[in-house]
């Protein structure tokens, strides 16, 4: 059984920081990539970005590009989300996602 679990989510005032945790079981963890996702209140879920099974490249959507930095344990079957200089914008439920697998998401709020 799949299973993926974020957190670290919470809330942080602009300009702030915070990090994302997910945590897999139940897959072969290092040969897929990975990617996180968001959903802000009456909107649609958007991709924020991915990294790939070693870790050697990732990609982010343009409104986070500079302030995001995704990376990944294999040892640790953990992915993260650096996320920087955080703006209202951001504020969403983030979620992480292998296949066909999603966490239950951890809420983010940036507000001062």
């Known amino acids: 059984q799949v299973q993926l679990v974020e957190s670290g989510g919470g809330l942080v005032q602009p300009g702030g920081s915070l990090r994302l945790s997910c945590v897999a079981s139940?897959?072969?963890?290092?040969?897929?990539?990975m990617t996180w996702y968001r959903q802000a209140p009456g909107k649609e879920r958007e991709l924020v970005g991915g990294?790939?099974?070693?870790?050697?490249?990732?990609n982010y959507a343009d409104s986070v590009k500079g302030r995001f930095t995704i990376s990944r344990d294999n040892g640790e079957n953990t992915m993260y989300l650096q996320m920087n200089n955080l703006k209202p914008e951001d504020t969403a439920v983030y979620y992480c996602?292998?296949?066909?697998?999603w966490g239950q998401g951890t809420q983010v709020t940036v507000s001062s």
């Open positions: 139940g897959i072969s963890f290092t040969i897929y990539r």
């Open positions: 996602n292998i296949l066909r697998w």
């Open positions: 990294i790939i099974s070693d870790g050697t490249s990732t």
